[in-house]
């Protein structure tokens, strides 16, 4: 059935057949209210302010308010071509490989351009205690995403994972296990997902189709009143961070979401709050080199806490041939998603990645997206 030709009804049907894994109750108003407060304390916490006319991001249509905080600028004279066959074949950098290729070490704030185009925004929470706020919670939050959540395949993606098995599926994810058999992993660590996802789900009879649906989630986390409360007061926090640094890319991505209806990553989180589709927490990370898949014009917003003492965890721009410090402090990177990245190779560093992002297909403005974020609204008492 085609996607564009689903029925309410049909819809309907499959969401009545959807994991309950999948589904979300309304997060009550008196845990809203307390995360809230305690992200509004960030906009009271000073930073020297500097708004820059010369830069953009991409392709962000909003060219005023693109940097608001006072950075030494660093614009490159050239890129570094990066070799093309890391999308076949995972390339990891280590500090051994870092020392050969000459790559410069950053360990204080800055925001790096290329013919005015901004290739990455790193700073410290020396720079901001606003950082220091926002990353309060992260210690709790980690044990109980790893609790609550599936771990991502480290292959970066698995069409048929946690989809219903009947015959047909079971078939078509058997083939798809036996041609990623000996590849190789596209990161180590933990990685966790939540937030919206679109995927289509296969039947043999007519209760298939296109669905936009929660990400898997032990139903326990529904009832969970710290577990959401930390979630929750993060994550805004991290996009609070992102209105504060860059108004233009925290313009953007919440009017794609509201134009398209998008109901939240969070049940009952207003989108000036948090309008990302989805969220991601790491530990132990460490990625090969990839562009990832969001929006051009936005950025994916990463936040760190501290790896272990004694340990090590560094962020790699290739192309701009810097590896920024992500052990002495914590810090906040904001990163256009085409522009090839990495996390070093340090092994076990306890370290925690979080992660806003927002996926081209969730807010589409389609038929589609209007029926199921219509249905979404119902359920959960929108």
Same mark, same amino acid.
């Given at each position: 059935?085609?996607?564009?030709?689903?029925?309410?009804?049909?819809?309907?049907?499959?969401?009545?057949?959807?994991?309950?894994?999948?589904?979300?109750?309304?997060?009550?108003?008196?845990?809203?209210?307390?995360?809230?407060?305690?992200? =509004?304390?960030?906009?009271? @916490?000073?930073?020297?302010?500097?708004?820059?006319? %010369?830069?953009?991001?991409?392709?962000?249509?909003?060219?005023?308010?693109?940097?608001?905080?006072?950075?030494?600028?660093?614009?490159?004279?050239? @890129?570094?071509?990066?070799?093309?066959?890391?999308?076949?074949?995972?390339?990891?950098?280590?500090?051994?490989?870092?020392?050969?290729?000459?790559?410069?070490?950053? %360990?204080?704030?800055?925001?790096?351009? +290329?013919?005015?185009?901004?290739?990455?925004?790193?700073?410290?929470?020396?720079? %901001?205690?606003?950082?220091? $706020?926002?990353? *309060?919670?992260?210690?709790?939050?980690?044990?109980?995403?790893?609790?609550?959540? &599936?771990? $991502?395949?480290?292959?970066?993606?698995?069409?048929?994972?946690?989809?219903?098995?009947?015959?047909?599926?079971?078939?078509?994810?058997?083939?798809?296990?036996? /041609?990623? /058999?000996?590849?190789?992993?596209? +990161?180590?660590?933990?990685?966790?997902?939540? !937030?919206?996802?679109?995927?289509?789900? !296969?039947?043999?009879?007519?209760?298939?189709?296109?669905?936009?649906?929660?990400?898997?989630?032990?139903?326990?986390?529904?009832?969970? =009143?710290?577990?959401?409360?930390?979630?929750?007061?993060?994550?805004?926090?991290?996009?609070?961070?992102?209105?504060?640094?860059?108004?233009?890319?925290?313009? +953007?991505?919440?009017?794609?979401?509201?134009?398209?209806?998008?109901?939240?990553?969070? &049940?009952?989180?207003?989108?000036?709050?948090?309008?990302?589709?989805?969220?991601?927490?790491?530990?132990?990370?460490?990625?090969?080199?990839?562009? =990832?898949? !969001?929006?051009?014009?936005?950025? *994916?917003?990463?936040?760190?806490?501290?790896?272990? #003492?004694?340990?090590?965890? +560094?962020?790699?721009?290739?192309?701009?041939?810097?590896?920024?410090?992500?052990?002495?402090? #914590?810090?906040? @990177?904001?990163?256009?998603?085409?522009? &090839?990245?990495?996390?070093?190779?340090?092994?076990?560093? $306890?370290?925690?990645?979080?992660?806003?992002?927002? $996926?081209?297909?969730?807010?589409?403005?389609?038929?589609?997206?209007?029926?199921?974020?219509?249905?979404?609204?119902?359920?959960?008492?929108?």
């Amino acid at each position: 059935m085609a996607s564009s030709n689903m029925t309410t009804e049909h819809m309907n049907l499959l969401f009545k057949n959807m994991s309950e894994m999948r589904k979300r109750k309304k997060i009550k108003p008196s845990i809203l209210k307390r995360a809230f407060t305690e992200v =509004d304390k960030i906009k009271k @916490i000073s930073f020297r302010k500097k708004e820059y006319s %010369d830069i953009f991001w991409g392709d962000n249509p909003y060219k005023e308010n693109s940097l608001v905080i006072d950075l030494p600028h660093i614009e490159l004279e050239a @890129i570094t071509p990066v070799r093309q066959d890391f999308r076949k074949k995972a390339v990891y950098y280590d500090e051994e490989r870092v020392k050969k290729e000459g790559m410069k070490y950053i %360990d204080t704030s800055c925001v790096i351009t +290329y013919r005015g185009e901004i290739m990455i925004v790193y700073i410290t929470e020396t720079t %901001d205690k606003a950082i220091t $706020k926002a990353t *309060e919670r992260i210690s709790s939050l980690a044990p109980k995403m790893e609790a609550y959540y &599936p771990v $991502k395949e480290n292959t970066f993606y698995s069409p048929f994972r946690l989809t219903d098995k009947d015959a047909t599926i079971k078939e078509k994810q058997e083939a798809y296990e036996y /041609k990623m /058999k000996g590849k190789e992993a596209r +990161y180590t660590g933990k990685n966790w997902m939540d !937030g919206m996802i679109r995927y289509f789900q !296969g039947s043999k009879n007519s209760a298939g189709g296109t669905i936009v649906a929660y990400q898997p989630r032990k139903v326990e986390a529904n009832d969970d =009143d710290e577990f959401l409360f930390d979630l929750v007061y993060t994550y805004c926090a991290l996009y609070e961070l992102e209105k504060r640094y860059a108004p233009s890319i925290a313009k +953007y991505r919440y009017e794609l979401a509201s134009n398209a209806g998008f109901i939240g990553a969070f &049940p009952s989180v207003p989108l000036e709050r948090h309008c990302a589709t989805g969220v991601g927490a790491s530990l132990d990370f460490a990625s090969s080199i990839h562009n =990832d898949s !969001g929006i051009s014009g936005l950025t *994916e917003t990463i936040i760190w806490n501290l790896p272990e #003492k004694g340990m090590k965890q +560094y962020f790699i721009s290739p192309t701009i041939n810097l590896v920024f410090d992500l052990t002495k402090h #914590k810090a906040i @990177i904001l990163q256009p998603p085409k522009v &090839p990245h990495s996390t070093l190779s340090t092994g076990n560093h $306890k370290g925690v990645g979080l992660v806003n992002i927002t $996926k081209a297909n969730i807010v589409a403005e389609t038929e589609l997206n209007k029926k199921w974020y219509s249905i979404w609204k119902r359920s959960i008492g929108l």
